[in-house]
């Protein structure tokens, strides 16, 4: 009966039956009645890893972080599987070479997830016995600057970089956000797509929302408080509430996109539908409400760049940052906008500011009488 039963749905003494008969059928259980790999294929191991490691915890994970983790475990095999190795082979030279592979083929950054899978994997073979030793120890990653950079060769044949901030000023936010209506080009639902894209921009801009953030707003997620200010409420990166103050020009724009759907303007903290959904062949009323996907706004931002012949490397998250800075430029206290972008911990709010006051000290050194 058990065998049709999901897991989560199962009672604790159901859920532990069943967990005992699989793994002592598989003979995956020790002496000491430990999970044990030492004898499991390298299929099962990976298996094993990612639903014990990766897929355990209650925090659902993005399809961004899911997209992240398969892209580090194909980088992995495709390095095995060129040198002819498995997982079994794994050793001290084989963690020092993949360690120079990654550091030379990516980014710090990338580098870093990239390295901190494999220490994952590793950790967990030698805590389940698949391997005998402790190889982690011999991962060295590289340090990678803080803040919200890219770096770009400003000459080919010479290593000097040049640090450009990922972020825009106001100017190129608001030119670039009014080219966000005009990349539609269907003629069917245009209205509601040209609104809708509107309403993305403003989102983005006017209250630093993760593009997974703003692809999960539903129409209940918006309220008023009991001084009547409209507000957002989101759940952000590792499942932490958090709630936003909506602009008056981003709530008319709201509002006119929903009344362009034909939907009620009513705030309702019950409907659950998404804010966002394909629009494309749609005809009212619009009932099989798609959720849009990533894929969908990062082609509407790089429409919009491309029509506004704006810097192509510009991305939704580039909005986020200016929102950050922008606030912190004019005076917003640091817990405020710690609290606003859903930041852990106040040093990452810090990390704008302090290149704030870098932007900044002109102002200082012009006070300053150099000379007589």
Not at 270 to 294: G, M
């Amino acid at each position: 009966m058990n065998e049709l039963i999901p897991f989560h749905q199962m009672t604790s003494e159901q859920f532990l039956t069943k967990l005992q008969t699989q793994l002592e059928h598989r003979h995956l259980l020790d002496e000491h009645r430990n999970l044990s790999l030492s004898d499991c294929s390298e299929q099962e191991f990976l298996e094993f890893f990612f639903i014990e490691k990766i897929f355990s915890h209650e925090k659902k994970l993005s399809p961004h972080t899911i997209k992240a983790y398969r892209s580090d475990a194909k980088t992995l095999l495709v390095f095995l599987s060129e040198h002819k190795l498995s997982f079994r082979d794994i050793g001290y030279p084989e963690v020092k070479a993949y360690n120079k592979y990654i550091r030379e083929k990516y980014a710090p950054k990338s580098a870093i997830r990239k390295l901190e899978f494999f220490r994952r994997l590793l950790d967990f073979g030698y805590e389940t016995q698949f391997y005998q030793v402790h190889l982690s120890t011999w991962i060295s990653k590289p340090s990678a600057k803080k803040g919200h950079y890219i770096i770009e060769e400003t000459r080919s044949e010479a290593a000097q970089t040049r640090i450009q901030v990922r972020e825009l000023n106001q100017r190129d936010a608001e030119y670039l956000i009014s080219f966000f209506p005009k990349i539609v080009k269907a003629h069917q639902n245009r209205e509601q797509l040209e609104k809708r894209n509107i309403l993305i921009g403003y989102l983005l801009y006017t209250t630093g929302l993760r593009a997974s953030e703003l692809l999960s707003l539903n129409w209940g997620s918006f309220r008023y408080n009991y001084q009547g200010y409209l507000y957002a409420d989101v759940i952000g990166k590792g499942n932490k509430p958090r709630t936003i103050p909506i602009r008056d020009e981003t709530k008319d724009r709201l509002f006119d996109y929903r009344k362009s759907l034909g939907e009620s303007t009513e705030i309702n903290p019950e409907d659950v539908s998404p804010l966002f959904f394909a629009l494309y062949n749609k005809k009212k009323p619009y009932e099989d409400k798609k959720r849009l996907t990533y894929p969908s706004l990062y082609k509407i931002v790089k429409q919009a760049v491309h029509l506004a012949g704006k810097q192509s490397k510009i991305s939704p998250h580039w909005f986020r940052h200016t929102f950050v800075t922008m606030l912190l430029e004019q005076d917003v206290p640091l817990a405020v906008v710690k609290d606003w972008a859903g930041h852990s911990d106040i040093s990452t709010t810090n990390i704008y500011l302090e290149r704030v006051n870098q932007d900044h000290s002109h102002r200082h050194l012009n006070k300053v009488n150099l000379f007589r």
